[in-house]
């Protein structure tokens, strides 16, 4: 079984030179979010770095094509406890 990165996301200040700033291994991601920012800003920044690393290739699923699919093992939810109730 392939061993999942850590992911850590933290508040930071990035000077006003970036609204977000990443780093990323196969072991360990980090994410630093300049809350500073406008909304939009943050929103947009974040789109264009996950898009990018999609893009690249950097981020895909290991062993699939574009074209293919890979079927995920899903588990029936349990039922809401409301559900019982007359």
Request: negative net charge; without cysteine; proline residues 8%.
């Amino acid at each position: 079984m392939t061993e999942v990165p850590r992911v850590q996301v933290r508040a930071v200040d990035l000077a006003g030179e970036a609204a977000v700033a990443s780093y990323d291994s196969s072991h360990r991601y980090e994410l630093g979010i300049d809350f500073s920012r406008p909304p939009d800003e943050i929103a947009d920044a974040l789109t264009d770095l996950f898009q990018e690393a999609v893009d690249t290739g950097r981020w895909s699923r290991h062993g699939t094509g574009a074209h293919e699919v890979t079927p995920r093992e899903t588990e029936e939810a349990a039922p809401h406890p409301r559900d019982d109730l007359p």
